[in-house]
């Protein structure tokens, strides 16, 4: 899930292909359904993303009551309206009619919130749960932002590698030391860690594939003190989509996607698609598919992004989409880190009964 904020935007407005009183308001590469002739091409709004919760007031004023997603029917969710994929909503709330919304946009203001938006955060299933422990050494997982929101994080040709974008759960596992901690994305991010249970779909997941023995090899290898490999756990009961693989049972599905590693006191870096192929290689981890190398092209990748899943090897259902970075592992002044980005299919986006557990 993307980083949640709400910002000031300049649009561009284009006309809806099946309805005559819609039109579709551009923000970035995201487009919003919105009511003909409420926004001109030029006009400054602010943008709320998906996976947005808003408050009853401001859910009452934009006239959407009960026409979000949510048991409570106050998520942002990606819809298709007569035809047309609407993403985020495009909006002037009273709260900030008068701003100065191209200055607000210059200087990244945030309105979430004065505005009372927050994140919504997924419940966490019983078995993907666990006791934690404050762990202040861990890596944490960092969010991807969508290419949509910042299609500046690349450059038109750029060498880079498209892996695909598996929907289950992301595990944060890092040797520190030798002393092995497991996490989810969402408790990582607090610096928190699960203590060993092996009925954890977490550790069961890091124990059966060998990450901890991995790792330590990783650690050799490169002579560092602190390796993290991040992984996705997926399967039947983790998520809506998967692939062929049961979470349920003592073998969950599991691949990889990142490692980053550091020295005693040292920055953090993270290995480059090479480096990464040569480590999980060699550690025998299973790594996510790679869809496409090659020369950075939008479109391509967007087309590239939707289709059938690759990991099951059988094409079970829809693909969610890819996850782009550059072959160098180069920072980006767009988002502040490194250049990386994540390309989602629509239909992954629109379909009925999706789960989003984190």
């Known amino acids: 899930m993307s980083t949640l904020r709400v910002t000031a935007e300049r649009l561009t407005v284009h006309p809806h292909g099946n309805a005559d009183a819609l039109e579709l308001a551009q923000v970035?590469?995201?487009?919003?359904?919105?009511?003909?002739?409420?926004?001109?091409?030029?006009?400054?709004a602010l943008y709320i993303p998906e996976g947005a919760l808003l408050p009853d007031g401001l859910i009452a004023e934009l006239g959407l009551t009960g026409r979000l997603a949510g048991s409570a029917a106050n998520r942002v969710k990606a819809v298709r309206l007569r035809g047309e994929l609407s993403q985020g909503l495009v909006c002037v709330p009273e709260a900030v009619r008068g701003a100065d919304l191209a200055a607000a946009h210059a200087a990244g203001h945030d309105f979430a919130p004065e505005l009372?938006?927050?994140?919504?955060?997924?419940?966490i299933p019983v078995h993907m749960a666990g006791e934690i422990e404050a762990a202040p050494d861990l890596v944490p997982w960092i969010e991807i932002e969508d290419v949509k929101r910042y299609p500046g994080i690349f450059e038109p040709g750029e060498p880079v590698v498209a892996t695909e974008k598996i929907h289950g759960t992301a595990c944060a596992f890092t040797l520190v030391n030798g002393v092995p901690q497991v996490?989810?994305?969402?408790?990582?991010?607090k610096r928190m860690a699960l203590r060993h249970d092996p009925a954890n779909l977490y550790w069961r997941a890091v124990e059966t594939y060998g990450v901890p023995e991995a790792a330590a090899r990783v650690a050799?290898?490169?002579?560092?003190?602190?390796?993290?490999?991040?992984?996705?756990v997926f399967?039947?009961?983790?998520?809506?989509?998967?692939?062929?693989a049961s979470g349920r049972g003592e073998r969950p599905g599991y691949a990889v996607f990142d490692v980053r590693v550091a020295e005693d006191g040292g920055a953090l870096r993270w290995?480059?698609?090479?480096e990464l192929a040569e480590v999980l290689a060699e550690t025998g981890l299973p790594a996510v598919p790679e869809l496409y190398a090659g020369p950075y092209d939008a479109d391509l990748l967007m087309e590239l992004a939707t289709g059938r899943e690759t990991v099951s090897g059988a094409g079970a259902h829809l693909r969610e989409g890819l996850v782009v970075r550059t072959a160098t592992g180069r920072r980006s002044d767009v988002i502040g880190g490194r250049a990386i980005a994540k390309f989602v299919s629509p239909a992954y986006l629109t379909r009925k009964g999706g789960t989003e557990y984190e």
């Not at 050799?220 to 996705?232: L, N, T, Y």
């Not at 399967?235 to 692939?243: I, N, P, R, S």
């Not at 290995?271 to 090479?274: G, N, Q, S, V």
């Open 220 to 232: 050799a290898r490169f002579g560092m003190s602190r390796v993290a490999v991040f992984g996705e």
């Open 183 to 189: 996490s989810s994305k969402g408790f990582s991010a």
């Open 271 to 274: 290995l480059t698609p090479a």
């Open 116 to 123: 009372g938006v927050t994140k919504w955060v997924p419940p």
């Open 235 to 244: 399967g039947a009961g983790v998520q809506d989509l998967a692939y062929g």
């Open 28 to 44: 970035g590469l995201y487009r919003a359904v919105v009511a003909k002739g409420l926004h001109r091409t030029g006009d400054w």
